[in-house]
């Protein structure tokens, strides 16, 4: 419909059940994304005037509960979509490009005529338009050009995976328009991490996509990275007693590929030196039977982080089970030993070439302290730099959000709420 259409249905109320399931019941939630999208679609109106059809689209950021650092292995992970994303207004067109404007950043224009990887492109948008648009092609799907503006509430490098909901938008786009939601979420995230991998030249595991592109709280086994198995879970944090709290610990992530690379490349070095590619193939009885072989092959760091897989893959399982059962004592027990593994054994709080910084373990150590025992806090997500993860009881929450704010600086900490639908097609 026409831009001025378009607003007056969301100033009516047309979309408040939508934005409901989106982003929760809280005070004020809603009047804040009306005036979200609304100042979208302006944006959108002043870089391309010439559109007169637009459509709105979103994809979510998501939390990781369990798994930290599983996916990649091929194992278990724990996770949900949330309520915050990535939002498009698009107009599509058959001019043969692409064109993307991302709020706060250049513009990017990508031809449909040439999908190969650029690699002067390697780390911008503009690889993961061509990424995304050569897989979907890939696949035998329809592409075609559309005009966007994307404004995001995901931060980037707060671990709730803003690369990740980017990917998932463009895909959720071309899915949803041009092949009728045929491709499906599995094929949108697997297109998305081929353009993180192949395209933005950026290592990464499936999980991020996958819950992007599900939505909802889901368990994923990726023993089969074609055809990953999920389940989903219905629970309700805020039922239970508990709030969701995510805290930026304001943690530099420039420079740190290196740290985050090392780990995938790390595990794998033990999986190869049983003849196998990822560790979910290995056996943990013969991992600890061949301990001092392994030491003359493969650091005792990697070693460690085999350790972790091994028992953060068998916990992921256990934490979905004790969703289903409703058992939240045993939830957050394993939340904690989740968080104590990241910690001891995969050793991701901090990277090496910068001991100094070592704020996520700040973090960690004080939510402790205020916690008293009860709820349970983590990294959240890669690590190095960025975020962690806590279940607060209820009555614990004001103090919690001020004391993080009080440290990390006002707004580093977030409540969030589990969105039940992944990338979506919010007009249609």
């Given at each position: 419909?026409?831009?001025?259409?378009?607003?007056?249905k969301?100033?009516?109320?047309?979309?408040?059940?939508?934005?409901?399931?989106?982003?929760?019941?809280?005070?004020?939630?809603?009047?804040?994304?009306?005036?979200?999208?609304?100042?979208?679609?302006?944006?959108?109106?002043?870089?391309?005037?010439?559109?007169?059809?637009?459509?709105?689209?979103?994809?979510?950021?998501r939390?990781?509960?369990?798994?930290?650092?599983?996916?990649?292995?091929?194992?278990?992970?724990?996770?949900?979509?949330?309520?915050?994303?990535?939002?498009?207004?698009?107009?599509?067109?058959?001019?043969?490009?692409?064109?993307?404007?991302?709020?706060?950043?250049?513009?990017?224009?990508?031809?449909?005529?040439?999908?190969?990887?650029?690699?002067?492109?390697?780390?911008?948008?503009?690889?993961?338009?061509?990424?995304?648009?050569?897989?979907?092609?890939?696949?035998?799907?329809t592409?075609?050009?559309?005009?966007?503006?994307?404004?995001?509430?995901?931060?980037?490098?707060?671990?709730?995976?803003?690369?990740?909901?980017?990917?998932?938008?463009?895909?959720?786009?071309l899915?949803q328009?041009?092949?009728?939601?045929?491709?499906?979420?599995?094929?949108?995230?697997?297109a998305?991490?081929?353009?993180?991998?192949?395209?933005?030249?950026?290592?990464?595991?499936?999980?991020?996509?996958?819950?992007?592109?599900?939505?909802?709280?889901?368990?994923?086994?990726?023993?089969?990275?074609?055809?990953?198995?999920?389940?989903?879970?219905?629970?309700?944090?805020?039922?239970?007693?508990?709030?969701?709290?995510?805290?930026?610990?304001?943690?530099?992530?420039?420079?740190?590929?290196?740290?985050?690379?090392?780990v995938?490349?790390?595990?794998?070095?033990?999986?190869?030196?049983?003849?196998?590619?990822?560790?979910?193939?290995?056996?943990?009885?013969?991992?600890?039977?061949?301990?001092?072989?392994l030491?003359?092959?493969?650091?005792?760091?990697?070693?460690?982080?085999?350790?972790?897989?091994?028992?953060?893959?068998?916990?992921?399982?256990?934490?979905?089970?004790?969703?289903?059962?409703?058992?939240?004592?045993?939830?957050?027990?394993?939340?904690?030993?989740?968080?104590?593994?990241?910690?001891?054994?995969?050793?991701?709080?901090?990277?090496?070439?910068?001991?100094?910084?070592?704020?996520?373990?700040?973090?960690?150590?004080?939510?402790?302290?205020?916690?008293?025992?009860?709820?349970?806090?983590?990294?959240?997500?890669?690590?190095?730099?960025?975020?962690?993860?806590?279940?607060?009881?209820?009555?614990?929450?004001?103090?919690?959000?001020q004391?993080?704010?009080?440290?990390?600086?006002?707004?580093?900490?977030?409540?969030?709420?589990?969105?039940?639908?992944?990338?979506?097609?919010?007009?249609?």
């Amino acid at each position: 419909m026409k831009p001025e259409a378009l607003m007056h249905k969301i100033e009516s109320g047309a979309f408040d059940t939508t934005f409901h399931l989106m982003y929760g019941t809280a005070p004020g939630i809603i009047a804040d994304q009306k005036k979200r999208y609304l100042d979208a679609i302006r944006a959108f109106s002043a870089h391309y005037p010439q559109r007169q059809d637009v459509a709105l689209f979103s994809a979510p950021g998501r939390t990781e509960i369990g798994g930290n650092h599983t996916d990649h292995q091929y194992g278990c992970v724990l996770a949900a979509a949330v309520n915050l994303d990535v939002i498009a207004v698009v107009a599509f067109h058959q001019d043969g490009v692409i064109r993307l404007q991302s709020k706060g950043y250049p513009a990017d224009t990508v031809a449909l005529s040439d999908l190969a990887p650029h690699p002067e492109e390697q780390g911008t948008s503009a690889a993961i338009i061509r990424g995304m648009a050569a897989h979907f092609a890939a696949l035998g799907c329809t592409i075609g050009g559309f005009d966007a503006y994307t404004t995001s509430d995901v931060l980037s490098g707060s671990g709730l995976s803003s690369s990740a909901a980017f990917e998932v938008l463009l895909g959720t786009i071309l899915d949803q328009h041009y092949n009728w939601g045929k491709a499906g979420a599995v094929s949108v995230a697997k297109a998305a991490q081929r353009a993180e991998n192949v395209y933005f030249g950026k290592a990464s595991g499936l999980m991020d996509q996958m819950v992007s592109a599900a939505g909802g709280f889901v368990g994923i086994d990726f023993a089969d990275p074609e055809q990953p198995k999920i389940e989903n879970h219905i629970f309700n944090f805020d039922q239970a007693g508990y709030t969701l709290c995510i805290t930026d610990t304001k943690g530099s992530h420039a420079d740190l590929t290196p740290d985050y690379s090392a780990v995938p490349q790390e595990m794998r070095q033990v999986a190869q030196f049983f003849g196998k590619s990822v560790l979910r193939d290995v056996e943990e009885g013969a991992f600890l039977e061949a301990l001092p072989r392994l030491r003359e092959h493969c650091s005792d760091r990697a070693i460690l982080r085999a350790a972790h897989f091994f028992a953060e893959n068998k916990r992921a399982i256990v934490e979905s089970q004790a969703l289903s059962q409703g058992d939240m004592p045993e939830f957050l027990r394993l939340v904690q030993a989740s968080g104590d593994s990241s910690d001891s054994l995969l050793q991701n709080l901090y990277s090496v070439r910068k001991p100094e910084q070592q704020a996520l373990g700040l973090g960690i150590w004080r939510s402790k302290q205020l916690l008293q025992g009860k709820g349970a806090v983590r990294v959240h997500g890669g690590g190095f730099a960025g975020t962690i993860q806590a279940f607060v009881p209820l009555a614990l929450t004001e103090r919690y959000i001020q004391e993080m704010n009080r440290l990390f600086g006002n707004g580093s900490c977030q409540t969030l709420r589990i969105r039940p639908m992944g990338g979506v097609s919010v007009t249609e």
